[in-house]
């Protein structure tokens, strides 16, 4: 599978493009899940731009690839299919079992 990563954290977008212009390409080349994520690590997506992409494109399989913890994920996995979490899980750069446990326990 292609999952492709959507108006990128951390990086400045070179044309003008819509996030949901920038789905509809995607999966038109051919991505078969897109990944929304905020503008930086452990910054989340804006809700806007998820339910954006989902009017346009309903049958899009949307995955949030930054920003989410214990105190929001109940917020935003309503919107989406599938969430990617990382810095969430870890203190000083290490995956903590504690961590992984209190977020995985409050999504249900």
Known sequence: EIWADIHV???KLIDKRT???SAKLALEKGADKLIITGSWT???PQ???ILEVKK???QAYVIIGSGINKNNIL???KYVNKIIIGSAFKKRGRVELKKVEEITKKAG
Do not use: F, V
Request: glycine share 6%.
């Open 9 to 11: 954290k951390h990086t």
């Open 19 to 21: 996030i949901s212009e």
């Open 42 to 44: 452990g910054k989340p």
């Open 47 to 49: 809700i806007k731009d």
């Open 56 to 58: 346009i494109l309903p």
């Open 75 to 77: 917020k935003y996995k």
